[in-house]
């Protein structure tokens, strides 16, 4: 599967911005989902998952309550809503894949995943 994300930018404190995570392939919806980010001399973090049904989902302690993990299976996309931005959301995201056969995985950890997309980066003034 190919991964294309979109939507970054530059958002001052406080504002928000919505992350779009396309995959190619008939089959997204046997794919559990990731959103991960890497800041600037920093090591990529794990941000956010869902599960291939979608039902299921999982976040880092610092952007819970702030951001949402949701995805379109018949459109095959996966998206990212980023509400009450900080200066230290700062960074390239990227969206990740992993085919499962069980509807309800999680996957938390960058090893697990197999498929990455190209990243797209998201800068928060002060």
């Known amino acids: 599967v190919q991964l294309q994300a979109s939507g970054g930018g530059l958002v001052q404190a406080g504002g928000s911005l919505r992350l779009s995570c396309a995959a190619s392939?008939?089959?997204?919806?046997?794919?559990?989902m990731g959103w991960f980010r890497q800041a600037p001399g920093k090591e990529r973090e794990f941000v956010a998952a869902?599960?291939?049904?979608?039902?299921?989902?999982y976040y880092a302690d610092s952007v819970k309550g702030r951001f949402t993990i949701s995805r379109d299976n018949a459109k095959s996309t996966v998206y990212l809503q980023m509400n009450s931005l900080k200066p230290e959301d700062t960074a390239v995201y990227y969206c990740?894949?992993?085919?499962?056969?069980?509807?309800?995985?999680?996957?938390?950890?960058?090893?697990?995943?197999?498929?990455w997309g190209q990243g797209t980066q998201v800068t928060v003034s002060s």
């Open positions: 990740a894949a992993r085919q499962t056969s069980y509807s309800g995985s999680l996957y938390a950890i960058e090893e697990r995943y197999h498929y």
């Open positions: 392939g008939r089959t997204f919806s046997s794919y559990a």
């Open positions: 869902i599960s291939p049904s979608g039902r299921s989902t």
